[in-house]
């Protein structure tokens, strides 16, 4: 069982900057991705950024040069850096970790962290 505690959400102004951090209890095994995604008050929850265990990151064109993610392999952490924040940015941030292939499967969800960006 693996367990995701993020941290680092607040309340922000428009054009600052916040750091999510996400730690994972357990062990996850080669061939995870870790992520972040978020969910605004009457909209889908949807993708930000994504790593993987060797480092190839994807980003949601929204996020694009404002967000980089970034993980500690050693300490099962996962980071959000978001700079430029954007009231759009609004939202409560998830951690997520999931391995898809090969054996053990998974899907790992944090509670999720709230970020409020006012203009």
């Known amino acids: 069982q693996v367990q995701l505690v993020e941290s680092g959400g607040g309340l922000v102004q428009a054009g600052g900057s916040l750091r999510l951090s996400c730690a994972a209890s357990?062990?996850?095994?080669?061939?995870?991705?870790m992520g972040w995604y978020r969910q605004a008050p009457g909209k889908l929850r949807e993708l930000v950024a994504t790593?993987?265990?060797?480092?190839?990151?994807n980003y949601a064109d929204s996020v694009k040069g404002r967000f980089t993610i970034s993980r500690d392999i050693a300490k099962n952490t996962v980071y959000l850096q978001m700079n430029s924040l954007k009231p759009e940015d609004t939202a409560v941030y998830y951690c997520?970790?999931?391995?898809?292939?090969?054996?053990?499967?998974?899907?790992?969800w944090g509670r999720g962290t709230q970020v409020t960006v006012s203009s």
């Open positions: 790593i993987t265990s060797g480092g190839s990151t």
């Open positions: 997520n970790v999931n391995k898809q292939v090969g054996v053990p499967r998974y899907d790992y």
């Open positions: 357990g062990r996850l095994f080669g061939g995870n991705v």
